[in-house]
């Protein structure tokens, strides 16, 4: 064998592992994207969701200050009614 021939198939060969390199690495690089485009569609939907909660707490918080509002109104009416009673009930 001479020194071309070897030099010839040692360039053959890293040709074809330059090739086989660059294959590898653009599968690698679409699987990446795949699991991007997953992530990024996961993560608007639970931002949506998230967003979602965020109003149902909020409209719950101010039916809760509702509530609590009308229970105080009742409870101070309470005294005034059991008075109005022990009177009716006196008299």
Known sequence: MSVE??????LVVAMLA???VKYL??????RVRERLASVES???TLR??????????IIAQG???NVTRQKDRLEKRIPKLD???KDLEGG
């Open 25 to 30: 690495t653009t599968v690698r690089i679409v």
């Open 18 to 20: 330059s090739v086989l």
């Open 48 to 57: 949506s969701r998230l967003k979602t909660v965020m109003n149902e707490k």
């Open 83 to 85: 008075k109005e009673l």
């Open 42 to 44: 996961e993560v608007r």
């Open 5 to 10: 021939l070897v030099t010839g198939l040692v």
């Open 63 to 65: 039916k809760e200050r």
